[in-house]
């Protein structure tokens, strides 16, 4: 049950911050999460805007930094459910051609699940680790990536370690994936959290990019050790 906001004044000053009350059946961490969710600034704006969730802000504020989404890119978008991440994809690669002064982009979501149509996406249900999953894509763009993007997490097991090595193992096979598939000159952008155990792969993308940033985007939660890796300049 969600308690409404309360009166703090005479005057009808009222409490911004929304308290969940625990129910029968509801866990703490539930409670809390759910707390987070309806107190969560980036969640109320994509809720206002249209969008399917928080980490649309994220590959916004990573694109307006590295401008990797230009019109006419050929993306690639693993793990895309429940599709922010191809909201904003869309139009800055003009996936639709609705911009006719512009060159036309493709996009191709991937992910184990179905995802509701996005506009301007080509969304398909596919393994991204099945052994003929990059002819498939190439097959479907009509050629090389211009950018794989991925904001993929592993479920959470509630073991810090646990959860940090399965997202590495996880970033690591979209890189493979990515090496495969992008033509030179393209972008890897890709979700990570810290822990330690992110060295080699950061290695192995300095040695096939001309440059590799980390970053922390402003609407990632401060509390959250997630991080994402926006590497450029496939050598090929």
């Known amino acids: 049950m969600v308690k409404k906001p309360t009166n703090t004044s005479g005057r009808g000053r009222r409490d911004l911050t929304v308290k969940v009350k625990t129910a029968r059946g509801r866990r703490l961490s539930s ?3 759910l707390e987070r969710q309806l107190n969560d600034p980036y969640v109320q704006r994509a ?4 969008y399917r969730g928080r980490a ?4 916004m504020e990573l694109d307006d930094r590295y401008g990797f989404l230009v019109p006419g890119a050929r993306v690639v978008d693993l793990g895309c459910a ?7 994809a869309a139009p800055r690669v003009n996936a639709d051609g609705s911009n006719a002064k512009k060159a036309q982009g493709r996009l191709i979501g991937i992910d184990l699940q179905e995802v509701d149509a996005v506009s301007g996406a080509e969304i398909h249900q596919l393994d991204f680790l099945s052994d003929d999953a990059d002819a498939a894509i190439k097959g479907w763009l009509g050629g090389p990536a211009d950018v794989v993007m991925s904001d993929m997490a592993a479920s959470s097991s509630g073991h810090k370690q646990t ?9 690591e096979a979209a890189a493979e994936l990515a090496f495969d598939v992008l033509a030179p000159g393209g972008a890897f952008v890709a979700k990570v959290l810290a822990g330690g155990a992110e060295g080699e792969l950061q290695k192995r993308l300095k040695q096939r990019f001309e440059k590799v940033a980390n970053v922390k ?5 401060s509390d959250s050790s997630e991080k994402f890796v926006v590497a450029q300049g496939f050598r090929g």
């Not at 429940?82 to 904003?88: D, F, I, K, R, T």
């Not at 940090?164 to 193992?169: E, F, G, P, T």
């Open 217 to 221: 985007p402003g609407a990632s939660r």
């Open 163 to 171: 959860d940090h090595l399965r997202i590495i193992a996880l970033c």
């Open 82 to 88: 429940p599709g922010g991440w191809l909201q904003v």
């Open 56 to 59: 649309a802000y994220k590959i």
């Open 31 to 33: 409670k809390l999460w």
């Open 47 to 50: 809720r206002a805007e249209g």
